[in-house]
T-cell receptor, first 114, second 113 residues
């Protein structure tokens, strides 16, 4: 079946502009995660959605970052007033209720803020 | 802050040799996982070991976990050029209502043909 998809694959934006990144999880997966990966680094946890529960936003680096998940499926990560330090690859993952610890990752969105 | 810390940061070996990567973590965990990331397939889950397990095998992969030392190791036997990738450990920390997965900075493995 289809895996996790993300769009756009690449985004170049000017400093100060807002961007929206989209994630389509695997159908039926109840959990959805957003991570950020800077060049040559590990993954930085951003936010976690589980079913209808309130999301765990503890990883969001500032109030310029927000995310929502509509209808328990598609998620959008929004970064307002982008800064150069926001440049990174943003990865989305989903997991099922049966095997919640095995995360399936999308290909990521490479964000470049100029 | 990152929970897992892998070492070495980079490892270069010849095809056919074994590769060992280590991961240390700081807090109590539910389980520990290893993931692989390469340019072709992105980030892929390899293996999960629970906190009450000490060793687990999957094909050419062998994972050990020592909760008293808060460390894990990933051994890849008979390495192949296709094993060239970054390998990350990830720990699942439980809390009321859910859990959080924290990734380490990764080990870059180069397997020379």
């Amino acid at each position: 079946g289809a895996g996790v998809s993300q769009s756009p694959s690449n985004k170049v934006t000017e400093k100060g502009k807002d961007v929206e990144l989209r994630c389509d999880p695997i159908s039926g997966h109840t959990a959805l995660y957003w991570y950020r990966q800077s060049l040559g680094q590990g993954l930085e946890f951003l936010i976690y959605f589980q079913g209808n529960s309130a999301p765990d936003k503890s990883g969001l680096p500032s109030d310029r970052f927000s995310a929502e998940r509509t209808g328990g499926s598609v998620s959008t990560l929004t970064i307002q007033r982008t800064q150069q330090e926001d440049s990174a690859v943003y990865l989305c993952a989903s997991s099922s209720g049966v095997n919640p610890y095995e995360q399936y990752f999308g290909p990521g969105t490479r964000l470049t803020v100029t | 802050s990152q929970q897992g810390e892998e070492d070495p940061q980079a490892l270069s070996i010849q095809e056919g040799e074994n590769a060992t990567m280590n991961c240390s973590y700081k807090t109590s965990i539910n389980n520990l996982q290893w993931y692989r990331q390469n340019s072709g397939r992105g980030l892929v889950h390899l293996i999960l070991i629970r906190s009450n397990e000490r060793e687990k095998h999957s094909g050419r992969l062998r994972v050990t976990l020592d909760t008293s030392k808060k460390s894990s190791s990933l051994l890849i036997t008979a390495s192949r050029a296709a094993d060239t990738a970054s390998y990350f450990c990830a720990t699942a920390q439980g809390y009321t209502g859910g859990f959080k997965t924290i990734f380490g900075a990764g080990t870059r493995l180069f397997v020379k043909a």
